[in-house]
């Protein structure tokens, strides 16, 4: 009796590897996405520049990727804690409702692990790879952020973006200390600045998603209070912003570009700033209230000051002249 064995087809077996390539792919991103990518983002604009100030040129390339690199893994273990703990809330809000873990493509058991794993290699990365002070401040820019502000503050009060801010501006003092070792004044106003502009940044997201932070429990200074006492407060934190990027002018010191890109991008922030007060005043609808615009321009605002930080000590130190 002949047997027949029937090969699978190529097609099938291309088919296969397709299909186990997406889900690989899919799983990938999934836990990618616990990470909040635009966050980390957002907090690499602040680390990196302030490594150019702090080694008044251009610090060792090799240093720069291990302290991204580490600063980027704590960020999303901070981010995965983040999104375990809130994922009951996360679940009520239509921002949030498709994250990983709101969708049950990733179990908490296995979001928990990954972000403490995260945690403990960007620590012992940050430790050897860089040294062991920007470790610490990592830590505790983590403990910052899913103890302080995560657990204790922000379902409890109003002034939870304010102070679980804090964590926020530890990428600032990471960055310098990676090439420094220490803390200087400089370092200290730039951790204010992002500690003053995260407010301002932050609660136009909030106005814009007032609805469903309501919804979901998280008393968020435009759910508790009115638009227009809401943006007297953006106000005068996007002020006391703008002074203290132009207190690090004599602290640091700085030269002419960052001056000139401190007093022009704050001065449209500022404009910003008041704009959105004066439609606050005139109770309009949140489509006329815009509030995304200022948030929006908060980043870009940021990214340019920072971005001031980075070129101006090139010219400033290596070429005085032209400062």
């Not at 097609?11 to 909040?36: E, F, H, W």
């Not at 990196?48 to 893994?73: C, D, H, K, Y």
């Not at 804690?81 to 493509?105: Q, S, W």
């Not at 801010?165 to 200087?184: K, R």
Request: charge should be positive; glycine fraction near 6%; charged fraction near 15%.
């Amino acid at each position: 009796m002949t047997v027949t064995t029937i090969e699978p087809r190529t097609s099938d077996r291309t088919d296969d590897l397709r299909s186990t390539d997406r889900s690989l792919r899919t799983v990938i991103g999934n836990y990618v996405a616990l990470t909040k990518p635009r966050i980390i983002e957002l907090l690499l604009v602040t680390t990196f520049p302030v490594m150019f100030l702090a080694e008044r040129g251009i610090p060792n390339v090799w240093l720069i990727l291990a302290t991204l690199i580490g600063g980027s893994l704590s960020a999303g273990s901070a981010n995965a804690f983040n999104c375990y703990l809130d994922r009951d809330i996360d679940k009520l809000m239509h921002r949030t409702e498709g994250r990983p873990l709101v969708t049950g493509a990733i179990s908490p058991r296995n979001a928990l692990i990954f972000a403490s794993v995260l945690g403990v290699v960007s620590t012992l990365w940050l430790g050897f790879l860089v040294n062991w002070l920007s470790a610490a401040l990592s830590v505790g820019a983590l403990l910052l952020y899913v103890v302080f502000y995560t657990m204790l503050l922000k379902r409890r009060t109003s002034q939870n973006i304010v102070w679980g801010g804090v964590a926020g501006c530890m990428p600032v003092l990471i960055g310098w200390s990676s090439v420094t070792n220490s803390m200087s004044w400089a370092a200290v106003v730039l951790f204010l600045v992002v500690f003053f502009w995260t407010p301002p940044h932050y609660w136009p997201l909030s106005m814009r998603f007032k609805d469903d932070y309501a919804n979901a429990g998280v008393p968020m200074l435009p759910v508790v209070a009115r638009d227009t006492a809401v943006a007297r407060q953006i106000v005068i934190y996007s002020w006391v912003t703008v002074l203290l990027t132009l207190a690090l002018v004599p602290v640091a010191p700085m030269g002419w570009i960052y001056t000139v890109l401190a007093v022009l991008s704050g001065g449209l922030f500022l404009f910003e700033a008041h704009k959105l007060q004066v439609r606050a005043k005139q109770g309009v609808s949140y489509a006329v209230l815009k509030p995304m615009r200022l948030f929006h321009y908060s980043i870009s605002y940021l990214t340019l000051v920072f971005l001031g930080v980075a070129i101006d000590p090139l010219l400033y130190f290596a070429l005085p002249g032209l400062s």
